[in-house]
């Protein structure tokens, strides 16, 4: 955990009221102040509101923003599980599609894309993201970007959905999600924000303070501490490049394709059997990996990998494979 982080939690260990919904003004403004420093992008610090982590966002995000039966929700074709549940919670339907020119005619309130990719590493161009972008609006439909993973580029640059290249200088019906859970390491905390069109924040902050979803204030300190610190970011990034930049050759020389894997923390491996084999193969070797059929069916070949274990597992891995 980065030092700076324990201090402030510490620090406003005794918080014995209720918090604010939004934020505190100093929060918000630490994740505008982190957005244009590290990303080129300038927000309003109005139009941003803390979440309890990101998972509970993709989750409800659907619900608060209308969508129900008869509606569909576009979702990657590889993609964490929950931007599916999210739909069917809202009662509507998940539509899993990286091109938009299937989706048809149904009603489409929200668009998820999410990169740098989980489980790939996939970075999408700044093109692709403009089209997504220009689709949504002549449709009246928002675009939820997961960038959890924005700040571990390793052979691609990532860029937010926000930014001018990619919005045209607007945030009208763009949202940006983003997690401290990777570049801090505060999973544990469960801290997260959404920033964008300021209008849709607010509307997303009436609905929620009624719901009781709350970032405890001890926590908001914490987020605030490592939204203004850098420093223990770049050794983070360092220690998962110094991961990555052993465990990849591993992979290559024991037999796996690594696809994509161009950001983030995981690699996209094949050796161009069936995931399962591939699951228990590795298994057999005492590696745990996630099938790639978990984020949907066109990940049936491949295997997704950790960098998160300790230095000295990936070390371990590395020895097992030879």
């Known amino acids: 955990m980065p030092a700076v982080a324990r201090k402030a939690l510490a620090a406003a260990a005794d918080s014995p009221g209720y918090p604010q919904t939004y934020g505190t003004a100093r929060l918000r403004e630490a994740a505008a102040g982190w957005l244009r420093r590290r990303h080129g992008v300038t927000v309003d610090p109005d139009g941003v509101l803390p979440t309890i982590g990101s998972k509970e966002l993709v989750a409800w995000l659907p619900m608060l923003l209308g969508a129900g039966p008869g509606d569909r929700v576009v979702i990657p074709e590889l993609a964490y599980p929950t931007y599916d549940v999210g739909a069917r919670l809202a009662g509507a339907e998940p539509y899993a599609a990286d091109g938009l020119v299937s989706v048809g005619p149904e009603r489409v309130p929200l668009v998820w894309v999410n990169s740098p990719s989980n ?53 009208e019906g763009l949202l940006a999600v983003h997690s401290l859970s990777k570049r801090s390491n505060l999973a544990g905390y469960r801290a997260a924000f959404v920033a964008g069109d300021t209008g849709l924040v607010k509307r997303l902050l ?32 360092e220690r998962y490049a110094r991961r990555r930049a052993v465990l990849r050759p591993a992979l290559e020389r024991a037999g796996w394709r690594i696809d994509h ?36 069916p066109a990940g049936h070949e491949h295997v997704r990998i950790a960098l998160t274990a300790t230095d000295e597992r990936i070390d371990a891995v590395v020895r097992r494979l030879q």
């Open 119 to 171: 489980p790939t590493g996939r970075v999408l161009p700044v093109e692709h993201l403009r089209k997504v972008v220009a689709w949504a609006r002549e449709r009246g439909a928002v675009v939820a970007s997961d960038e959890c993973y924005i700040e571990l580029g390793w052979d691609a640059h990532p860029i937010s959905i926000l930014h001018p290249d990619v919005s045209g200088g607007s945030h």
């Open 206 to 237: 009436e609905l929620r303070k009624h719901a009781g979803m709350i970032v405890p204030a001890p926590v908001q300190s914490a987020m605030i501490a490592v939204l203004d610190d850098d420093e223990h970011a770049d050794e983070q990034r």
């Open 261 to 296: 894997s161009d950001a983030g923390l995981y690699l996209w491996a094949t050796d161009g059997t069936g995931c399962w084999d591939q699951v228990r193969r590795l298994a057999e070797k005492g590696i745990l990996v996630a099938p790639g059929d978990f984020y949907g």
